[in-house]
């Protein structure tokens, strides 16, 4: 079924203007230059928290700026320009640095904020069109946003403009993150919940130990290691050898196999229906690579085992996806 006139026109705008905000973004890559590396090294060199500020949308975009600085490794606050003005200036000390965010450049409120820093001798960093504004000649650096027309067919709604400066805060953020050497387990440090935390944790933080976890040796009844599993509420259990190395797993798979093959559960061993060799992960392995093993191998849980390949614990899907 083809696209109804009405909605081609509505397609042919939305379509322009992410090819205008398109076209700006690459258009301030293409223009990156030495006044991207001074900004970079200041910040390097600063002993305090980088502070961002900006009104309305710039505004906005600037409380993403130190909300991604702040977990890619770099201090970072957000300082609201009314209330920088009325006390909040308080917060900031001449081991600081501010990053002023304007396309324009003219904006009053944050012209009022930039010299009062310059009093406290706070440097400055002006996120704005060009460096003729009156924002970029009170600061100590400029961060050209280049000029460009927004998105909108009015060109008066900040959309490309405000795209820009998301993306130049960005490549900022990432810049200094990768000049820090910042790693995987720092971004997990910063981040340590909801799913995203979760996949950067190692493995032995979220697997199931102690009662939650049922290990039996090759020996034992498969009737009895089922009490255990229905007890632990777990849908595997662990087949370790003396010295608690791992030897196999038994799942509701083997015991379906079993149940098929007729196999006498009261008096058969487990070590002859297990599943061996079996996947295991190592408990300093993270968490996303424990799920990416279980679910390209379509299974619920896995034998989580130390250096010397004794079993130490389970990953169970449900707890980490």
């Not at 309305?56 to 991604?68: M, P």
């Not at 490549?171 to 000049?179: C, K, N, V, Y």
Request: aromatic share 2%.
């Amino acid at each position: 079924m083809g696209i109804k006139a009405g909605n081609r026109r509505r397609l042919e705008l939305a379509r322009s203007v992410l090819q205008r905000e398109a076209e700006g973004i690459l258009a301030v890559r293409d223009g990156l230059g030495e006044a991207f590396c001074q900004v970079v090294e200041m910040i390097l060199r600063c002993k305090g928290a980088v502070a961002v500020c900006g009104v309305g949308k710039a505004g906005l975009i600037g409380r993403k700026i130190a909300a991604t600085l702040a977990s890619t490794g770099t201090r970072s606050m957000w300082l609201d320009p009314v209330d920088a003005m009325h006390g909040d200036l308080g917060m900031l000390c001449k081991e600081d640095v501010a990053l002023l965010v304007s396309n324009s450049g003219q904006t009053g409120e944050l012209l009022l904020v930039a010299q009062a820093l310059k009093g406290l001798a706070v440097k400055t960093i002006a996120m704005t069109s060009d460096c003729q504004t009156p924002l970029a000649q009170v600061c100590d650096l400029v961060l050209p946003l280049g000029r460009h027309l927004e998105a909108d067919p009015l060109n008066l709604a900040p959309t490309t403009s405000t795209a820009v400066m998301l993306a130049l805060g960005d490549a900022l953020a990432i810049t200094l993150a990768a000049e820090k050497g910042f790693t995987r387990e720092d971004y997990a440090q910063l981040h340590p919940a909801g799913a995203l935390g979760m996949r950067l944790k190692k493995v032995k933080e979220c697997m199931r130990t102690g009662q939650r976890a049922v290990f039996v040796g090759p020996q034992t009844p498969i009737i009895d290691a089922l009490h255990r599993v229905t007890q632990a509420r777990c849908g595997i259990c662990l087949v370790v050898d003396g010295d608690r190395r791992l030897l196999g797993v038994f799942t509701d798979g083997d015991l379906r196999r079993c149940l098929e093959s007729r196999v006498d559960v009261m008096t058969t061993c487990i070590g002859a229906c297990m599943t061996s060799p079996c996947k295991s992960i190592d408990q300093d392995a993270l968490v996303e690579d424990a799920v990416k093993i279980m679910r390209a191998s379509r299974i619920n849980a896995l034998a989580v085992v130390n250096g010397q390949m004794q079993a130490v614990g389970i990953l169970d899907i449900q707890d980490v996806a």
